[in-house]
């Protein structure tokens, strides 16, 4: 048995910003699945969304957030967002975040969809959350306060009294499994685009936070709201290579197989218009049996500079930008629901933590602006670490109290963080045919029987496919519970969004 003061599980942004707040008040330990770095932040291309710009405000970044959220933001968790993100990005900047220069030496704004300006701070043109990782990771690894233990698998969380007092976790390299004591435990595991087919997230983003949160009895909030990234490049790869809005954002057009620029026809912002109708409206060509690409003519001979790892994939796969369209599909992006947390990442089981992807404070609605998630993850990272210094004590971490797991707790033998790929990929389809782009209330039922019959047929020691079946039924009850459509989440049996916005919790108890 080990004892810290704090534990953070991931090692995103979330995570990362989270711990470098804790460590000035005690020994953090920074528990990652992989190795650094971690999660879906490396693979963010377009930027980090910050009103840092002459004729830009918060106010106006408040608006466009509030407006591609459809109506049920958390006003005030926005506010936060848009408000104290400036503070966060400055001194983002003042630790070395190499951020793209314009000519006179200030950052260089990029436009993305359904922002009214360009406010998007981007590094090494699409490799921004690759450099953001790397800033955060160096001055992580500089800070004695913080312990990183890379390899290590949360099975679960330890609970006495009511109150989270640590986890039980599989090391993956001594093959053993530990149980790691603490004064308060912080989830920050992002997202899980995982559970569908189709996904732009790293193969960790299986949603193992979410399934550890709900079984300690933390409410989830906003399940149903998973955003659908309208262009990743159309391969087989899993996960598929991020095509970022900031292409379009250049002036890249959306064009089907017949030459035609569809996105004329379903909103006046065009290739600019907010993230779900234009997934939906690709998603719509390619059931008519059309192809989508995206052709970056006019961005002409800069894109291999401006785009290095887009234009870097493309040409893995034989395509030569700007000369040759893009071929592009719609995947999984992005959660907007979570583990319903306060402003200060605090969940309703004492002890329990969560901020980033996984946690649920509002700020996103129905929608997520472009570039608001690594923002989020600065933002609420530090509020969170700053928040648990509180629990610091509070939790008598050495007790000799026997610890109480909700889980079946396997042995080392019988534990597989590897999954049964046949339930998994059956899963993945599953989830992306029908409770993906467009869902209805037939194949919303016919996916929670398919998902209870594999829940019924798992091995108890299957911890990590059991998370992603559990983390299934918990989006799918929400999809089915919501009968309207709004932002991200679309029913064709509901295609009206109604008054007053209900926000539902996700699987019943």
Not at 68 to 81: D, M, T
Not at 91 to 100: K, R, V
Not at 333 to 356: E, K, Q, S
Not at 478 to 499: I, K, T, V, W
Request: overall charge neutral.
């Amino acid at each position: 048995m080990l004892y810290t003061d704090y534990i953070v599980v991931g090692g995103g942004v979330a995570g990362l910003a989270c711990a470098l707040q804790a460590c000035k008040s005690g020994t953090v330990w920074l528990l990652t699945k992989e190795e650094l770095p971690a999660g879906s932040t490396p693979l963010a291309q377009g930027g980090i969304a910050a009103a840092i710009g002459p004729k830009d405000s918060p106010e106006s970044h408040l608006a466009d957030t509030l407006q591609a959220g459809c109506g049920i933001c958390n006003v005030r968790a926005v506010e936060i967002l848009v408000q104290e993100g400036l503070e966060r990005v400055k001194e983002l900047m003042n630790w070395g975040f190499p951020y793209d220069k314009d000519a006179q030496g200030k950052p260089l704004l990029q436009r993305e969809g359904a922002h009214s300006t360009a406010r998007v701070i981007s590094a090494g043109g699409d490799t921004s959350g690759r450099m953001l990782a790397e800033t955060l990771m160096q001055r992580a690894r500089n800070e004695s306060g913080i312990v990183i233990r890379e390899g290590i698998y949360v099975v679960d969380l330890l609970m006495e009294a009511e109150c989270i007092t640590g986890v039980i976790a599989f090391d993956r390299r001594s093959q053993s499994l530990v149980v790691i004591r603490a004064g308060a435990v912080v989830l920050a595991t992002g997202g899980c685009g995982q559970i569908f087919a189709h996904t732009t997230n790293a193969l960790p983003a299986t949603g193992d936070g979410f399934a550890l949160a709900y079984r300690a009895g933390a409410q989830l909030n906003s399940m149903e709201f998973v955003q659908f990234h309208p262009t990743a490049l159309c391969t087989s790869d899993n996960p598929m290579t991020l095509v970022s809005e900031a292409v379009r954002g250049r002036g890249a057009l959306l064009i089907n197989d017949q030459g035609e620029r569809f996105m004329c026809r379903h909103h006046r912002w065009g290739e600019l218009a907010p993230r779900d109708v234009v997934a939906r409206a690709v998603y719509a060509e390619l059931k008519q049996g059309h192809q989508v690409f995206l052709d970056a003519t006019p961005i002409g001979t800069d894109f291999p500079h401006i785009f290095p790892t887009i234009h870097a994939a493309c040409q893995e796969n034989g395509i030569n930008p700007p000369d040759d369209m893009i071929p592009i599909a719609p995947a999984a992006h992005f959660i907007m629901g979570g583990i319903a947390t306060d402003l200060d990442g605090r969940t309703n089981v004492p002890g329990l933590y969560a901020c980033g992807e996984v946690a649920c404070t509002g700020i996103h609605g129905a929608n997520r602006l472009a570039s608001n998630s690594l923002l989020e993850g600065l933002v609420f990272g530090y509020r969170t670490g700053r928040a648990i210094k509180e629990m610091l004590g509070s939790v008598p971490i050495k007790s000799s109290g026997k610890p109480y797991m909700h889980a079946v707790r396997p042995t080392t033998a019988s534990f597989q963080t590897k999954t049964d790929m046949g339930i998994c990929q059956g899963l993945r389809d599953l989830m992306w045919e029908k409770v993906g782009i467009i869902r209805s209330q037939q194949g919303l039922c016919e996916a929670l029987s398919q998902l209870q019959s594999w829940k019924l047929r798992l091995d108890p020691g299957n911890i990590a496919l059991g998370n992603m079946i559990t983390v299934a039924q918990l989006v799918t009850e929400a999809a089915l519970a919501r009968q309207e459509s709004r932002g991200s989440h679309y029913r064709s049996d509901f295609p009206l969004q109604r008054e007053p916005a209900a926000v539902t919790s996700g699987l019943s108890r």
